[in-house]
């Protein structure tokens, strides 16, 4: 089992600025991917981004040029850097690793973007 533990949500401005963390414990050793998906009011879960254990990332188009992924794999963290805010980033983010042959989630973090 994995068990994942996320920080840094809350209420910001459009245009600022967040840092969302997460950090893995448990059978950590299997992980290849960690990553971050969303989830909008009335919308689906989307992929935000995601980054391999050799460091390969994969923004969502909506973000890129403004969210940066990073992971630190002597301490099984996961952090996305989110720059100039909109209110469309406005969504429960969650984080996402996958490893021995499954995802794992975390609770959830919200982030809202006001106008």
């Known amino acids: 089992q994995v068990q994942l533990v996320e920080s840094g949500g809350g209420l910001v401005q459009a245009g600022g600025s967040l840092r969302l963390s997460c950090a893995a414990s448990?059978?950590?050793?299997?992980?290849?991917?960690m990553g971050w998906y969303r989830q909008a009011p009335g919308k689906q879960r989307e992929l935000v981004a995601t980054i391999t254990n050799g460091g390969s990332t994969n923004l969502a188009d909506s973000v890129k040029g403004r969210f940066t992924i990073f992971r630190d794999n002597t301490k099984n963290t996961v952090t996305l850097q989110m720059n100039s805010l909109k209110p469309d980033d406005t969504a429960v983010y969650y984080c996402?690793?996958?490893?021995?042959?499954?995802?794992?989630w975390g609770q959830g973090t919200q982030v809202t973007v006001s106008s």
């Open positions: 448990g059978i950590i050793f299997g992980i290849n991917f």
């Open positions: 996402w690793v996958f490893g021995l042959g499954r995802a794992y």
